[in-house]
């Protein structure tokens, strides 16, 4: 209980305010210093399996490795201490790219972090270079609440985000994996894929879109247009209120997947469509958890 508290702290701070408390008032036995830049071998940093990025541009990677062979890694990496080695907070593009440079050592500063604050500022960081695409923000801030606990109102606030924004963002998650897919390869834009979350089939229709070229409002007709046998369905009872849509939305956030809410007369029932096993075995670990 005390860790998870103490996780918590970290959130909200900014990547400002996190980088900003630099303290030469340590050294580690083994010669480092706790605050103040300097270097280290290549080999003895590792990267962050959290890290909210998976996809490396090569060809990005490769212009910044000859910037690195010509002039060094002109801004210093953030790093932890991991036991014997050192894992990347912040830098990650730069200390793969320093590798294909065949550079041995790079600039860092060694900090103290919580694990929740490395994942915040490894999402804060590549948000603010706009770095992440739609689909590895959404995941970052999923992470942060399944892992940690923290609700929506605490991301907006935190990452200077609107709660929409990151409402939105989480519901890409419950596309299927060929659409999402196509958004981390900058074939489909956040707005397609939103205008693809109702259809019956996103995937064929995503095919459609990227071959054909459509704008965001043609794949809005497009979705709207298709044969759906949910819509049938939904056509033949009342239309839902503007609270029950946004609960829905909040539930299909926070859980990463689809969910249908229905109710009458003080009762109803709670559908929740999985696109995949692992999605299947993220909501029974949810649903197994005690409520706290």
């Known amino acids: 209980m005390t860790d998870r508290k103490t996780e918590r702290r970290g959130l909200g701070r900014g990547l400002s305010a996190l980088m900003a408390e630099v303290s ?12 103040r830049e300097q270097n280290l071998p290549i080999e003895k940093l590792v990267a962050n399996p959290d890290q909210p990025r998976r996809h490396f541009d090569d060809t990005a990677l490769a212009e910044l ?40 050592e790079v600039p860092v500063i060694v900090r103290e972090f919580t694990d929740t604050e490395v ?28 892992r940690f606990g923290h609700t929506q109102e605490q991301l907006s606030q935190a ?4 709660r929409s924004h990151i409402a939105n963002l989480m519901r890409l998650l419950n596309l299927p994996d060929e659409v999402q897919a196509l958004l981390r390869e ?17 995937a064929m229709l995503a095919r459609k879109v990227v071959l054909e070229g ?32 946004a609960l829905e939305n909040d539930l299909s956030a926070n859980l990463g997947m689809s969910v249908d809410l229905d ?4 009762k109803g029932k709670v559908t929740i469509s999985f696109q995949n ?15 706290r």
């Open 24 to 35: 030469v008032e340590s050294t580690d036995s083994a010669g480092y210093e706790r605050g």
């Open 65 to 104: 490795s000859v910037s690195i062979r010509e002039k060094g890694v002109i801004q210093p990496l953030i790093v932890r201490p991991k036991g014997d080695v050192f894992e990347i907070v912040a830098g990650e593009r730069r200390w793969r790219a320093a590798q294909r440079a065949q550079v041995h």
């Open 263 to 266: 109710y009458a007369g003080g």
């Open 119 to 146: 994942l915040e500022v490894g999402i804060i960081e590549n948000i603010q270079r706009a770095d992440l695409n739609p689909v590895e923000e959404a995941m970052g801030y999923r992470a942060l609440i399944e």
């Open 159 to 162: 990452m200077g985000k609107s």
């Open 277 to 291: 096993m692992e999605q299947l075995d993220r909501l029974c670990g949810i649903l197994g958890n005690p409520v």
């Open 214 to 245: 459509l704008s965001v409002r043609q794949t809005e007709s497009l979705s709207n247009s298709a044969p759906s046998t949910s819509k049938k369905k939904k056509s033949k009872s009342l239309p839902k209120d503007a609270d029950t849509r």
């Open 186 to 202: 900058g074939k489909l834009t956040a707005g397609h894929a939103r205008a693809l979350i109702t259809a019956e089939d996103p």
